[in-house]
């Protein structure tokens, strides 16, 4: 492409815009907005994720022992578990470091497990913690264990643990069906609102056939046009989110402390990667989309 | 320079636009295409700079077989063929001289190379002086000529004009009819399809007839035959 030509492009895309002023504003507004909803439930879904994956880490087996096993039991016990091949972690807790645990947890109050200390008072039972290789499949391994030999019994939150899967599958399932369906409509509302500027532009376009310009040459100004509102377009969106992220994030971190969130310069850099080549990408696509049925004259 | 054997057209409905046409247009020639309404005039040219495809037959431009073109030759076609329309078909958003500068911006010409033939072209057409108004400051007769300058400031070897005087007076269709002939003077090919009879009948030029898509006449220095 010639500089001379380039410029030409640079130029007619720019008159063009400002030509169609409103119309402008508004392919602009639509890729701003869809591209805002698709970056907020991106955020939403990457967080939720990360809960999940927080949660799923945090989910695990406690089994306790059973008091009157002997010592040989309790050996074979440990054996089965370590080459149970769903169990991914097998980790001891006497009762000593559970009571040590069971201290520190209560903090200022630990004082009120004095004379429970020891070998005789310590009411504690020793224990196995178990995670699952996937977490999901905790229900099953526990139900399984449960009648191993030497097993006083066996707990795993059983009544918060899958609900919350489900509950967390669900929102994902909604969040990608959600986000599948909306780029479409992005697309497909661009494809329209730039066709609108070029249907204005179709005397324009069949002259510069008639006097015998390339189709290259009638596209280009187009392409241009398309892609600078779409990065503008994406552009508000990136800035919108950013300050929008950050005081959720502050609000969050002050009110509900057990939600792990992704910080917010992670978020933009994403954010920029991802809404930027898309709103550049979905402008040329209307473009060319809508120029294609003007060229044939 | 323009040679067509055996044209045939069809549109999609099966009506016959034209029918196995055979001419031939040698340079410098000025030729009226005349006829009734739907007689195949437009038909015709519109095959002439390749906007529509026959469904038999040949046209041959400069010794080339347009009719097997591949797409992107179809612009070097038209930059050495000047269209002129009914309708004008000016961009009102611009002024003349961009309208006529138009031509050569989309060929790719250098802000030098506008600037010295864009005036040219409009001295020609007699509208030097309107170079910066609007279109719709201008009259038809006016705009017809912005329209005639936009179609030769490239100097195409071929000018093609459609119903050029359809939409004007006849004292003002005398004067764009007078324009195309010192454009044929200084060197072009000019082709016009009109019903205009008092016009064909001054000029005493080539008359070509077309009567329901067919050639019914070709006469040197003709008059309009009302074959309808």
């Known amino acids: 492409m010639r500089v001379r030509s380039l410029c030409y492009f640079l130029e007619e895309a720019l008159k063009s815009i400002l030509r169609n002023g409103w119309m402008s504003i508004a392919s602009v507004g639509v890729v701003a907005i869809t591209l805002l909803i698709l970056g907020s439930f991106m955020i939403i879904s990457i967080n939720v994720n990360l809960f999940t994956e927080d949660v799923k880490e945090q989910v695990q087996i406690v089994l306790y022992i059973d008091e009157t096993a002997n010592e040989e039991t309790r050996l074979e016990l440990e054996r089965r578990l370590v080459s149970h091949p769903d169990l991914e972690e097998v980790r001891f807790v006497s009762k000593d470091e559970a009571m040590e645990r069971l201290k520190q947890k209560m903090g200022d109050q630990a004082y009120l497990l004095e004379g429970y200390e020891g070998e005789e008072d310590n009411p504690l039972r020793d224990s196995y913690e178990l995670r699952t290789t996937v977490p999901e499949d905790i229900t099953a391994v526990a139900q399984q264990i449960k009648n191993y030999p030497g097993v006083g019994y066996v707990d795993y939150g059983s009544g918060i643990v899958e609900p919350l899967f489900q509950f967390t599958g669900l929102i994902r399932l909604i969040g990608l069906a959600f986000m599948a369906g909306l780029a479409v409509t992005a697309v497909f509302l661009i494809a329209h609102t730039i066709r609108l500027t070029v249907y204005i532009r179709r005397k324009e376009i069949m002259i510069m056939k008639y006097v015998g310009a390339t189709d290259w040459f009638i596209r280009w100004p187009f392409i241009f046009e398309g892609s600078f509102l779409g990065m503008t377009g994406a552009i508000i969106p990136v800035l919108i989110i950013f300050y929008g992220y950050q005081a959720a994030v502050l609000w969050i971190q002050n009110n509900i402390h057990f939600i792990p969130l992704i910080p917010p310069q992670e978020i933009t850099t994403e954010m920029i990667k991802l809404l930027l080549p898309l709103g550049v990408g979905l402008g040329v696509l209307g473009s060319v989309i809508s120029v294609r049925r003007f060229l044939k004259v | ?228």
Do not use: W
């Open chain 2, 1 to 228: 320079m323009i040679e067509i054997y055996h044209l045939h057209k069809e549109y999609e409905q099966g009506v016959a636009a034209l029918k196995d046409i055979n001419l031939t247009i040698d340079r410098g020639e000025f030729v009226f295409i005349v006829g009734a309404s739907g007689a195949g005039k437009s038909t015709l040219l519109k095959l002439i700079i390749r906007e529509i495809l026959p469904n038999k037959g040949s046209i041959k431009i400069f010794g080339r077989d347009i009719v097997r073109l591949k797409n992107r030759e179809i612009p070097l076609l038209r930059r050495n063929i000047g269209m002129v329309f009914q309708d004008f078909r000016l961009l009102q958003d611009r002024n003349i001289f961009e309208n006529v500068a138009f031509t050569l911006r989309v060929t790719g010409a250098s802000t030098r190379e506008i600037r010295k033939r864009v005036p040219l072209a409009l001295s020609l057409v007699g509208l030097k002086e309107k170079a910066f108004k609007k279109p719709n400051e201008l009259s038809g007769g006016e705009q017809q000529r912005v329209c005639v300058a936009r179609a030769i400031v490239n100097r195409p070897s071929i000018l093609l004009a459609d119903e050029p005087t359809g939409n004007l007076d006849p004292g003002t269709s005398m004067e764009i009819m007078n324009l195309l002939h010192d454009i044929n003077v200084r060197g072009a090919t000019v082709i016009v399809a009109t019903h205009a009879k008092d016009l064909v009948d001054h000029f005493q030029k080539r008359v070509v007839v077309l009567e329901y898509g067919s050639l019914v006449s070709d006469q040197e220095r003709g008059v309009y035959i009302n074959a309808r």
